[in-house]
């Protein structure tokens, strides 16, 4: 084996080790980033992911749960469907950003307000989740996602320390309605996923329901509080603009689905009435 690659793993391999044991310092953060939208089908919701973050330790790692193979057969039907398996991948938080600075796309992130205890909670359930046996999951575009997981690991380290104050956000919208406001009118992203997921997307929703979608992950967060020392504190310490580009928003070709459909009904209706007309015409 090559030299440089056995040395590669072997530092993969401690640093990993390494991770896994480390005691984060009082001057670690952990944050919630939040990527805008890309101009591809599976990018028009934005993302979600974790940053845990450490100075003293060196250490600045990103963890995201959007991780998948879009050369996949079918990829956009079972995107749509929910019918993929997604990985959590952590990696330097440096190369996350770098991706979204190339393609222009905004990045936000918001340190939450933990004490120590919480911080290396949140640090070491997302190592253990990054394990190899742990990493994949089943991906489900409404309800098991890189947003909604974020929503879940929260709940599920801090209980009901955690209070997502939902008052300010309407209630009872339906996930059509949501995805319709992501996704441009009249575009085959939006045509498509309209047509496959059918009617789950009707049925109405909480705001907490909403946060398959990264725009409300960051929006309860923002809204939410924590309970420190018997008093509700804002959840989120401090908010950072990371990359500050314009949204990007899927755009209307010109072969849209309206002109095209129009075009068939037009078609349709001529070849119809021409047959109508000639079965009236008398016969010589």
């Known amino acids: 084996m090559n030299k440089r690659v ?24 952990v944050s919630i980033v939040t990527a805008g939208s890309g101009s591809e089908l599976y990018e028009a919701f934005g993302h979600s992911a974790i940053r845990v973050k450490d100075p003293l330790l060196k250490l600045d790692i990103i963890y995201n749960y959007g991780i998948f193979d879009f050369n996949a057969p ?61 990493a994949t999951y089943l991906y489900d575009p409404f309800f098991n996602n890189c947003a909604t997981i974020l ?3 929260t709940t ?20 059509r309605e949501l995805m319709n406001a992501e996704i441009t009118h009249n575009t085959w992203g939006n045509f498509g996923i309209n047509l496959i997921a059918g ?13 398959y979608l990264p725009d409300y992950v960051f929006k309860n ?14 959840f989120v310490k401090k908010e950072e603009t990371l990359l ?21 009904a037009i078609l349709v209706f001529f070849i119809t009435y021409k047959d109508i007309k000639k079965k009236k015409e008398p016969k010589v």
């Open 6 to 29: 056995l040395l590669l793993l072997i530092l993969i391999v401690f640093s990993k080790v390494f991770y896994a044991q480390a005691k984060l310092s009082v001057y670690s953060e």
């Open 74 to 134: 079918n990829f956009y039907s079972n995107f749509a469907q929910g019918k993929m398996y997604y990985k959590l991948e952590r990696y330097p938080f440096k190369y996350f950003l770098r991706s979204y600075q190339l393609e222009k796309r905004w990045v936000k992130q918001q340190v939450l307000n933990l004490n120590q205890a919480e911080k290396q909670a949140f640090f070491m359930y997302l190592e253990n989740n990054a394990l190899p046996k742990n």
């Open 151 to 153: 929503r879940d690991i």
């Open 156 to 175: 599920s380290i801090l209980k009901d320390k955690v209070n997502f104050n939902t008052a300010s956000l309407e209630n009872g919208k339906t996930l």
């Open 199 to 211: 009617t789950i997307l009707d049925k109405k929703r909480t705001p907490l329901e909403y946060m």
């Open 221 to 234: 967060f923002k809204n939410a509080t924590i309970e420190i020392e018997g008093a509700q504190k804002p």
């Open 244 to 264: 500050n580009y314009k949204e990007i928003k899927s755009k209307t070709s010109f072969l849209n689905p309206i002109l095209v459909f129009s075009a068939f």
